[in-house]
């Protein structure tokens, strides 16, 4: 798909790279305009490495014996020192900080109940314990309660399992999980905002979009500046609100940069070009 097809959204684009700017206060990313549109599993490295197995035999003057992929150790349960977390460790503490006040008042990015779970990270040690080789390990898992907008940190001891502190925060708007990015192309899709994006989706395929499956997303966090876009999107920060780089599975990019979805008020808002 070489085409540039100009409709509601202004355009898709395929091949160059889009270089997203904005009037919101906003980290800028650089979209590869090539990325997964042919992903046919015979790149440049299948290749390669052909054409070397191909020269060990010229110069061995026989036959090359079959290589031998070794098993990567089993994980264990629990990592030690500064060891980044296990899988049992993510598992353990995102059980243990998600407690019962949570996860009955919370609310997640589909409206469902609990908060919407985001991440988990190794804790840095206290300052007490920085030259301690036997310092405890922690772990800070993160949540969005979508009901009260506001972002809660709760810091579990791996080794006593208990939660040793909470803090919760608002007008805190951390990165995207999958599954935001997700809910927002959901919206977005639903709503007679996204109508262009259809439009622009049905010229890329032949088809109709009707699901985020259908889409490769990639997403950013959307702060509001004073003045800088309607009134409808001026809690942006406040609330947590998303622009969406979606691109075509093994296709183009769909330049959707000036739709912006709140995600707390599951609302779509249009930023001025």
């Not at 305009?33 to 061995?60: H, L, V, Y």
């Not at 264990?76 to 500064?82: A, D, L, M, Q, S």
């Not at 997403?219 to 609330?239: F, I, N, R, T």
Request: hydrophobic share 35%; glycine share 12%.
């Amino acid at each position: 798909m070489r085409e540039t097809v100009h409709r509601h959204l202004g355009k898709v684009v395929a091949g160059a790279a889009m270089a997203v700017a904005g009037t919101a206060v906003m980290v800028g990313i650089t979209l590869p305009g090539t990325a997964g549109a042919d992903e046919t599993g015979a790149g440049k490295g299948g290749k390669s490495g052909q054409t070397t197995g191909q020269a060990a035999q010229d110069q061995g003057g026989g036959a090359v014996a079959p290589g031998v992929v070794a098993q990567a150790p089993a994980e264990g349960e629990k990592g030690t020192g500064r060891d980044p977390l296990t899988d049992d460790e993510v598992e353990q503490v995102q059980r243990i900080a998600l407690n019962r006040q949570l996860l009955v008042n919370g609310e997640n990015v589909e409206g469902a109940r609990g908060p919407q779970r985001l991440g988990v990270e190794l804790a840095d040690p206290e300052t007490a314990e920085l030259d301690d080789p036997n310092a405890p390990r922690r772990a800070d898992v993160t949540f969005y309660d979508y009901r009260t907008d506001t972002l809660v940190t709760r810091t579990v001891n791996l080794a006593t399992g208990k939660v040793e502190r909470t803090s919760t925060q608002h007008g805190v708007q951390p990165p995207l999980s999958r599954d935001e990015q997700t809910e927002a192309a959901r919206v977005l899709i639903a709503d007679p905002a996204g109508a262009g994006l259809k439009a622009d989706y049905k010229d890329a395929t032949d088809e109709e979009l009707t699901s985020p499956d259908q889409l490769q997303l990639t997403g950013m966090v959307y702060l509001a500046s004073p003045g800088a876009q309607p009134a409808a999107l001026d809690k942006c920060g406040e609330h947590r609100c998303v622009r969406l780089f979606p691109k075509v599975k093994n296709g183009p990019w769909i330049d959707a940069r000036t739709l912006v979805i709140d995600l707390s008020t599951r609302k779509v808002g249009k930023l001025a070009h």
